[in-house]
Structure formats: C-alpha cells, structure tokens
C-alpha cells in the first residue's frame, strides 16, 4: 500500500472528527476594466465581468469537495476596491455608490457565493474624491446589500496612520450600527490591508495583483487543539515541533485545494493563506488551542506567549507546505467566532486590554470584538488607532471589527458562524481630543528600510 | 483516456457488523472498481475499513451514489477520497 492504514486514518479523523476544511476558496476578479464615467454602463459591465468569471467557482468548488471528501466551506469572490471605479465616475453622490453596490451585490447572489468583499477604500496617505464618497456610503450600502462586504485601509509602515481616516471610521461603524448593528460584522478598517487575503470581510482584489486569481484559506483549530492535549506535559520544543508538522499538513491540504481550483478555473493561482481560522462550533476555537497549552483560560497571564508560539510555529510549518503565502496568515482570535473566547470573556478572563495586547503576535487584531451601543465615536477610533499602531510599528497586518450592540455584560447573538458573544467593557476616559487632532501620524522609522 | 492511474481511497466508518464488507465489494464490483488493498483499523472507537481502489476507468459520481445508498443502508460512514489529498498530506 502506498500509504498506511495508520496515516490514512489521521487524515479521516482530522476531517471527521476535528473539523479539518478549507475555510474559503476566494475568486480574485480583476474589475480595473470595467471602469466607466457613467455609472449605468459601468455596472453592466461589472456584472458581466463578475458573473462570466465568477461562472463556475461554486460548481468547480463543489466537485473539488467531492474528489478530495472535504468540506469547502465557503466560495467568495474578491474585487477591485471599489473606491477606484468612483473615482471615474461623473455623478458623485451616495444613490451612485448604492448602485454600484447593489450590482455587485446581485453578481454575487446570482453566482450564489457567501461574500463578496470589495467595498473598499485604501486611504492610508489620504482620500481621493471617490474614496470619500465610498466611506461616507458604507452605512446604507451596508445596510442595503447582502453580501457584500467592506474595508477602508487607514494606515501603512510605510506611510504612518491617516488619523482623519481613522477618526471617520469611528464614525461609520456608529452610523453602521445606528442602522442595524449586525452590518457592523461587514465592515474591517485595516493596517497594512494585505491585497490577496482571502477572509472575509476584508478580501479584495489589490493593486498589483494578476488579472483573476484563487486565494485559499485554511482552518484546522480543532486539528492542532487535538494535537496539543495529546501531548500532555512536552515541553515547548516538542510542543512547536508538533505543531509545525500539522500545520504542514492542513497546509498540504489548502495547497492541493488552490492548486486543483485554479487549474479548472484556469486562472492564477494566488496564495494560501495560513491562518488558523476558528468557527462557534466545539472544539474548533484557537482559544481552545491556548487551554490545552496549560492556561486555565485564554486570557490570563501567559496566554500573550502561548498565541505567539502558536502562530510562529503554524507559519514554519506552513511555509513548507506551500509554494506561495500570503494574506493574513497567522491565527485569528475573534470573539464571537470563537466558543472557547467569547466564554473567557464572560468569565472576566480575557479583557479588551489583553485582546489588544494579543494582537501584537497574531495576525488580525481585534476581531469580532462587541462593545456598549453608546460607546461614542472617538472612543471606536481611538480602539482603531492602537490596533493600527501595532499594526504599523510592527510592519504586519492588523484590523478591528468592532460592533456597538447592546450593554456591557449582556450577551449577544450575531447569527451563525458569527456567533455570540458577551459586550466587553471599553475605557470610560475620553479620547475625543486626541483622535480629533487631524492629519496623519507619521511612518516610523522603521519604515525607513530603502 | 489519458492513461494515468488514479487511485482513490474508501474508507468505511461505523459500529462493526457482518455484512459491511460484502455490501460494499458487491456495489464496487458491479461498477468495475479494481480493489488493490484492504485493511481495517480502529479510529475513535469506531470500526474502519480502508480500501484503495482503481477509479481511473469509472465516474467519480457514480461511484459516490453507490456508496452512499450502501451508507445509507448498513447505517455506516463512507468517504471516497482522491489518493492525491494522502500523498500531498503524507509525502514532501
């Protein structure tokens, strides 16, 4: 036998039994052809770009699930940051951007995919007319679209923190939740957005990138959660050596997946993307991961060190595994996504402070994070300003979904995989003279590399 | 036909009782799927037949329904899989 018995059933129980999958293969689509001063021949054509692209992603997707017995378990498709198709056009009002919006929106249901992320702006140096008007727009086109989501990029290492930037998002995400908080969950404002992450909300299709592309990403919580309790006391070079051999492997998988799509696709094939992604469901929680190292609960002292064990040795071990990575690729600690983080918060154990800290070593930020309805706009551009200065002082990718939703301590439910999760307190202090200073904090100097 | 073999594994999950590998060789034969190997294991308590077997000359789909109506009524678990998600994951 080629392979033996033994092997072929830690694949199966890794699939069956730990909720081994690929979290999305994501269909970059490149839209920079479709650009048109008017907006009702343009959105014709990015219909029909989208929908004659996009034809058979979840068909092909659903087969390539079939052959390999693994689940897909979401199909997306990226664009072009919207904000670069407003810049053209010549009536810039909102009702424009809701049109837009809308059209691409019905592309993606009509090709029946989850999301389609896109709506996006990249205003780390500053707004363009058309990227004004997109921003301005995120509330109702948010409120109005199914599955279109939405990131504004405010900051770089190579450019600093667009503070006016920052500071009008606090605002958004209030006028978001003033509508209908869930919308909220559509919306990421980034640090150093990268423009092949294939996770949603904040997929496009960036700058730089080919004409289409297949960007994959991998999930595997309970696989390494697995792995860490049978382990039992191994010390921590064992512990990373045993990781990194299995995230090799859930690698493989995602490498074997984005290979065999973009070969029927016939487009390029993009990255794989290594982060480990959690879901609500039992046992697939990376806080999970971070209890089995020996923590009583993700969030106490020593959960910092055990999430940037974690994360390096999942990168060393999937670096091997693929040829391309890219995207966000580390491990994401959402809250509501993730059973075992939203229990360590009511619990008391984990904090907004130490989630912040946390995100220094991961690779998303503050995800899913719920915080008081009355939690003033400021205050939520403030949150996002220190996630952007980790993000920009650390050279690496940092984002904050926050959504204002009910009181502190009660819990909240945001439907599905979003999951619940408890509202966290947030800094009674004002920061409002701070964020309100305008302008830009500028690069530091580690941006200085040339 | 290109010529390539392609190979596919089966592997057969549930409580053990007589009758499991019969249902399944049968439905295999009458589709003219070649066994190459066999063996059985036990995985989360569970009783597993793993089976590699020649897919090169027979559609995927047809198989897969076969298997599930022996799934179906031998109240066990089968998955084929394509051998190229065992080599990716246990080859370098």
Redesign the interface.
Known sequence: MQFSKEEIAETIKMISFERLDIRTVTLGINLGGCIDPNIDRMCKKVYKKITSVGRDLVEEAKEVEMKYGLPIVNKRIAVTPLALLLDAVKTKKESTCVKLAKCVDSAAEKLKVDYIGGYSALVHKGFTKGEELLIDSIPKVLNETKRLCSSVNVATTKSGINMDAVLRMGKVVKRCAAINPLSCTKLVTFANAPPDNPFMAGAFHGVGEAENSINVGISGPGVIRAVVEKLGDADFGELAEKIKQTAFKITRVGELVGREMARRLNVNFGIIDLSLAPTPFEGDSVAGIIEAMGLEKCGTHGSTAALALLTDAVKKGGVMATSYVGGLSGAFIPVSEDKGMAEAVAKGAMSLDKLEAMTSVCSVGLDMIVVPSKTPAETIAAIIADECAIGVVNDKATGVRIIPMGKEGEWVELGGLLGRAPVMSVSKFSSSKFVSRGGRIPAPIQSLTD | MTGKKE?A?I?V?GVDHPGIVAAVTTELAKLSVNIE?I???I??DFF?M?M?VDVSSVK??EV?KALDRVADKQKV?I????????????RV
């Open positions: 190979r594994v592997t999950t190997d063996s059985q294991t995985l989360q597993t793993i590699i995927r789909s897969q678990k998955i084929m899989q394509h051998e190229d998600l065992f080599k990716y994951m246990h």
